[in-house]
């Protein structure tokens, strides 16, 4: 086959697996295998694949077709215009979580924060993104997984952040509350998919994405319970707690604040317009 007949080929097998992005998703698994850019195999539409390559290609192909995620097929996805490396194991990072990041950058910025927290950190996505656009942030990046921890310090090491983190396997705030540890910021992305909820999830993120990183509970809200208790014994005076929640869990993560004690709560939406950030101090 030559380029153009991959693909449309490809095309075909991906858009009767009603896979909606299957021009897009096709073409970057091409220039996966031949380790060309887009442009490329649109300028040589006629140039003939080698066997290997074409078996390859249609691998992945067949791979994306049952639904398998293009960041775990591809071991990369872009968050924060930074490459993140990501696999099975670990929670795909969303664009909707940027909105988090941005306003926690702002507000370590405009209060010279030095000392985060991320916890459940996945990929580490939130805390390295933080690392590395903030010069003089300090960042403890902890969860329970031990793939989440391999995965993330393979981020550190690639962003050369290995000065300015500090990545350890704990239970929450287990580990930080038994060293005695005090930060400004924790920021947390945690499971927050209510058990019942969780099948009815699309293919590609119940039967790929692990469980451990989307199940909150039975009403989705195990995790803000638990980090608002514990977050208050490591936070500082005046320190802020920054969540990212579910489309639907605006007045229940807020009242769990307000509850523990938190003031000055406030929410951000996404770009879909729903609720996404919920962000309090600790007077």
Request: with cysteine; proline share 3%; net charge negative.
């Amino acid at each position: 086959m030559n380029i153009n007949e991959a693909l449309i080929k490809a095309y075909d097998i991906l858009k009767s697996s009603d896979i909606e992005s299957y021009i897009i998703d096709a073409q970057l698994l091409l220039c996966r295998v031949l380790n060309v850019e887009k442009l490329y195999i649109i300028m040589n539409r006629s140039e003939i694949l080698t066997l290997d390559k074409e078996q390859e290609f249609f691998k992945l192909i067949n791979l994306r077709s049952c639904k398998k995620p293009m960041a775990y097929i591809l071991g990369q996805v872009e968050f924060m215009g930074i490459n993140f490396f990501v696999e099975e194991g670990v929670l795909i990072p969303r664009p909707d979580t940027e909105i988090l990041v941005e306003e926690c950058i702002s507000i370590i910025k405009k209060n010279n924060i030095s000392l985060i927290c991320d916890m459940c950190c996945g990929s580490g996505d939130i805390g390295i993104s933080i690392g590395h656009y903030v010069e003089n942030s300090k960042v403890w990046l902890y969860d329970i997984s031990d793939i989440a921890l391999n995965v993330t310090k393979k981020n550190i090491s690639n962003l050369n952040l290995g000065e300015k983190t500090n990545v350890n396997k704990s239970d929450l705030f287990q580990l930080p509350i038994k060293e005695g540890l005090k930060f400004n910021m924790i920021v947390s992305n945690p499971p927050y998919i209510k058990e019942e909820v969780i099948p009815t999830l699309m293919g590609d993120v119940k039967d790929y994405e692990p469980h451990l990183a989307l199940s909150g509970g039975q009403d989705g809200l195990d995790f803000y319970r638990r980090i608002c208790k514990e977050g208050k014994e490591v936070l500082s005076s005046d320190g802020y707690l920054c969540f990212e929640i579910g489309h639907d869990q605006e007045m229940e993560v807020k009242s769990i604040m307000k509850t523990e004690g938190f003031s000055d709560i406030y929410s951000l939406r996404d770009l879909g317009g729903n609720h996404r950030v919920v962000i309090g101090k600790l007077p």
